[in-house]
């Protein structure tokens, strides 16, 4: 992908590996619950290579040729599109607990399978729950 036209579409992390990116995000700000740490180094390489970022950007349409998208209430067309990188949301999936309620005792439930987040903090209710077990 080094080298090619590309527009990443709410994936800053995704950025890196194209030679041309526009970032358009959804969210008001970019990467909101990143770590600081990792958004300082983040914001600099985004600034360094000159990679434009609309927020507040809606993704209406992805065409042949092209992108469609809503920033403040106006359609916007961006055309000549070789690459597109879609970063979508996501919600929390539990099937396992409805299963196993009853058949076994105490259930934990930690990480994506109670609230999509950072997966630092699964890693930290995970830890918390090993710990009190």
């Known amino acids: 992908m080094h080298g090619s036209k590309a527009h990443g579409i709410g994936s800053t992390e995704t950025v890196r590996h ?5 970032v358009f995000e959804m969210q008001d700000e970019l990467a909101p619950e990143g770590e600081s740490s990792a958004n300082f180094f983040l914001f600099d390489y985004l600034e360094k290579h000159g990679v434009t970022c609309y927020t507040g950007a809606k993704m209406l349409e992805i065409n042949d040729d092209g992108i469609v998208c809503e920033k403040d209430g106006v359609r916007c067309e961006y055309k000549g599109i070789q690459n597109v990188v879609l970063a979508l949301g996501s919600k929390p999936e539990n099937p396992l607990q409805a299963m196993l309620e009853g058949k076994v005792g105490k259930i934990i439930v930690v990480g994506d399978a109670m ?3 950072q997966g630092i ?13």
Not at 18 to 22: C, N, T, V
Not at 121 to 133: C, F, H, K, L, Q
Request: overall charge positive; hydrophobic content about 50%; charged content about 15%.
């Open 18 to 22: 194209f030679h041309f990116a526009i």
């Open 115 to 117: 609230k999509v987040a």
């Open 121 to 133: 903090d699964a890693i930290s209710a995970g830890y918390r729950a090993g710990y009190y077990i």
